[in-house]
């Protein structure tokens, strides 16, 4: 029998090599979940740092001698393809997964094991882990603000009834078709307004009067990005067609207002629209500040949606102008019937990026004292009767905008694939 | 006719259309001021700001005027937006390099680190570097000592300064170094395009920066010495380190969040621009006989940059814009240093917020003009 070559492992020992590999592997990674998760050190005896590293050299003794090229066992190939190329992919491979079983205990640990759920005041976490009875306790408060709790159906309602409004689009019958974009633009914006100011603001119908001041919340953050999606959009359509104009004024116009709002953060937008604006108004005339914010945020997003349906107006072919042009249309028929409805097809994943941009925003009106969720947070974190839970809040939300988030990128992705697979 | 109709009535309208907003605008701010008794000017740059500031660059107390604030506003957000850009810079090329690994679990855990950074709202994550993370370490008399002279505790970072003698000589000699180096670069560039020869330029270059400021310390009269934070003890509980630079905690916060969430961005800009370069390219190039490193410094890189440059810039800008979030954690930047306080003491809102947004403005398209400049330039031209 051939002597074992530790450095060049080869196909006529595939099975000594492989056996003694795996072994050592395991070794390796008995010997890090016991470290984390037991605490007791296997590998005591050796001197010094010599113990941290011990896993890591097992590991890659290990690995280097079951890196054997085409061995023919189906298994052990795919694990040296996908992680095992080289000496420097081992070495990564390891470190990783000795990381994350070094992470898994303490964070499982405070969140799920060490945690506290039970009671309802600040005594009841006893644990050294995480105080989710404080998300528990305050959680009516971080999705509706401070909105009287008796009336949080009102809330529910109008999401709902706003909600089951935008699907009418699908049910809509074949020959009604063709006014869904006036529907969408026009009435349904209309609708939604109607139906969150008399739900959600009251003051009619027997329903009390809530002030803006109360709302807050996730809540808030819907009611705030879902207007500004509504009205951004088509004025981000009117400026897309201004800097695509012939006529200089329009276009120079519209280059302005895109290039102005994009040049600025949108903080210092709000705190003009909370400071400034309200001197630019005539005397007398008082409009509230989620109505202020509403604006500019509207004003600010619209110069980003412009940009992006400007993008799908550049990527159509000239030969659909000419082709419109050619049938005797003016500029507003071809626009309405043949270049926007493609071209708004094109941008629905970029308008749907400029969403989640807008609601990852949208927490920023905390800084001109709308409490949604980020300023529901800092007003729990200072309640001297739930000191020093800050972690927990900022997790909590943290958690939340990423579901959000993250299934609006995927569903933004999806659109993508398949309108690009169509074309 | 109908065709000149068409074409002024548009341009007319929409000028009217203007005029009348900023008339009506005007107008309103006008009667507002004038009954309120404010009267509009930027005098009040030139008055004395008697307000402090926690954390500033250059010299600044109460009794400077409002544009020395503004200054300083201005000098502490380009600090904590360069700091950012280099660290997301050098996080968003790993990452984005590593999303590209064959390595499976490389590649899934780059892909699952910008999906998490990315999801996250940036004022959350900065709140929770800020509150949550940061206020857990320890206080200063309990703080252990990280690289044996630094100390990160909930104060801030306390790291060594450096205490220079012959400064100039030491910088002169760097830009020696580096004036030398470009002389190098040229004249083996000419050498390969006239005869053929390679000279290894990266190992010359290394040599020469190292050695002449080496040359500088041994020679030059140049030292250098280390002024340690030392703790030091305020009152019975209160201590402090005293000596060397503190970064404070509003800094690493911003830094913190602000880097890690533009790292996500870089590092897909990265992606696309490494998979933009077709593999027919990197095929090509082995085959006439580069090697792997030259084909990646010769062929994939040129390309690739063209693609990568120009949205990363686009994410620097937003970096840019996003640390005026400063403002929510305290930390002494244009927005809170202007927009805030002196706003708030001189009730100047309309002068003080057009400034504000103007600066920001003005960074914005002087990058902005940059970047046509440059796309323009490296743009590729096709005969």
């Known amino acids: ?423 | 006719m109908n065709n000149i109709v068409k074409k002024f009535l548009p341009q007319i309208l929409a000028i009217l259309f203007v005029v009348l907003i900023f008339g009506f605008l005007t107008i309103n701010a006008q009667t507002n001021m004038d009954n309120r008794g404010i009267d509009f000017g930027f005098g009040f740059l030139s008055q004395e700001s008697s307000f402090d500031v926690q954390f500033s660059l250059i010299e600044y107390s109460g009794s400077d005027s409002y544009a020395r604030a503004f200054l300083v506003g201005l000098l502490n957000t380009l600090l904590v937006s360069f700091i950012s850009i280099i660290f997301c810079t050098i996080l968003g090329v790993i990452i984005g390099v590593a999303r590209l690994s064959s390595n499976y679990l490389i590649k899934n855990s780059a892909a699952w680190y910008v999906e998490f950074f990315r999801n996250i709202p940036l004022l959350l994550q900065i709140f929770f570097w800020y509150y949550a993370a940061l206020r857990a370490l320890p206080l200063p008399e309990k703080a252990n000592a990280w690289f044996g002279v630094t100390y990160m505790t909930v104060k801030g970072y306390y790291i060594p300064s450096m205490v220079w003698e012959n400064l100039n000589v030491f910088l002169y000699c760097g830009l020696a170094a580096i004036i030398s180096i470009i002389i190098l670069r040229n004249y083996a560039n000419n050498l390969r395009d006239n005869k053929g020869k390679q000279i290894p330029v990266l190992l010359y270059s290394l040599a020469i920066l190292i050695i002449l400021p080496l040359l500088s310390f041994l020679i030059g009269g140049v030292s250098l010495d280390f002024e340690l934070p030392q703790l030091k003890k305020l009152s019975k509980i209160s201590y402090i380190y005293e000596g060397g630079i503190s970064l404070p905690p509003e800094l690493i916060a911003l830094v913190l969040a602000l880097s890690l969430y533009t790292s996500t961005f870089v590092a897909e800009c990265v992606r696309a621009g490494i998979e933009g370069v077709s593999k027919g390219q990197k095929e090509a190039a082995a085959s006439v006989g580069l090697t792997p490193n030259q084909v990646l410094k010769l062929v994939i890189m040129p390309q690739a940059l063209r693609i990568i440059i120009p949205p990363t810039t686009n994410q620097y800008l937003n970096l840019t814009k996003n640390s005026s979030l400063a403002a929510a954690i305290a930390y002494p930047d244009l927005v809170l240093v202007f927009a805030g306080t002196a706003l708030m003491q001189t009730g100047k809102a309309i002068e003080i917020v057009s400034i504000t947004m103007l600066t920001y403005l003005t960074i914005s398209l002087t990058i902005a003009a940059i970047m046509n400049w440059y796309n323009k330039k490296i743009e590729i031209k096709e005969k």
């Open chain 1, 1 to 423: 029998m051939q002597a074992i070559n530790f450095l060049k492992p080869n196909r006529d020992n595939i099975k000594n090599y492989s056996i003694i590999g795996s072994v050592l592997i395991l070794i390796s990674l008995i010997d890090v979940i016991s470290n984390a998760f037991l605490k007791t050190n296997l590998t005591s005896f050796l001197p010094g740092s010599l113990t941290t590293l011990f896993p890591l050299i097992l590991g890659l003794i290990g690995l280097n001698m079951m890196r054997i090229d085409y061995s023919g066992n189906k298994t052990l190939d795919l694990l040296n393809k996908n992680i095992n190329t080289n000496n420097f992919n081992a070495l990564l491979t390891l470190l990783i997964l000795f990381s994350i079983i070094k992470a898994l205990p303490p964070s499982l640990s405070w969140m799920i094991f060490d945690a506290n759920i039970s009671g309802d005041s600040k005594d009841a976490c006893t644990g050294t882990g995480a105080c989710w009875t404080y998300i528990k306790v305050w959680f009516r408060r971080f999705m509706y603000g401070m909105y009287p709790n008796e009336f949080h159906w009102r809330i529910n309602t109008a999401f709902i009834l706003v909600i089951a409004l935008g699907f009418v689009g699908y049910f809509m019958k074949e020959n009604l078709k063709k006014y869904l974009a006036l529907y969408y633009v026009i009435i349904y914006p209309i609708i939604a307004y109607l139906v969150i100011y008399y739900l959600i603001s009251g003051g009619s119908f027997g329903l009390q009067w809530v002030e803006t001041g109360a709302w807050g919340g996730l809540s808030l953050t819907f009611i705030v990005s879902f207007f500004c999606l509504i009205f951004c959009f088509p004025l981000g359509m009117i400026f897309a067609l201004g800097r695509r104009s012939n006529l200089p004024v329009i276009k120079y116009i519209s280059i302005c207002y895109i290039e102005f709002w994009r040049g600025v953060p949108l903080i210092t937008v709000l705190f003009m629209s909370s400071v400034m604006f309200p001197m630019f108004l005539p005397e007398d005339f008082f409009m509230d500040k989620l109505v202020r914010v509403i604006i500019a945020i509207t004003l600010f997003e619209a110069a980003y949606c412009a940009e992006v349906i400007r993008g799908g107006l550049q990527s159509l072919p000239r030969g659909q102008y000419d082709a419109a042009k050619s049938l005797g249309m003016g500029y507003w028929k071809m626009h309405i019937f043949v270049i926007l409805p493609q071209a708004l097809k094109l941008v629905i994943p970029g308008i749907a990026n400029t969403f989640l941009a807008l609601v990852k925003d949208t927490p920023l009106i905390f800084v001109v004292g709308l409490a949604e969720l980020a300023g529901m947070l800092a007003l729990a974190k200072t309640n001297p009767k739930w000191l020093g839970f800050a972690m927990e809040g900022y997790i909590f939300a943290s958690i939340i905008f990423w579901i959000i988030c993250y299934a609006m990128s995927k569903y933004s992705y999806n659109l993508e694939a398949k309108y690009k697979t169509e074309r």
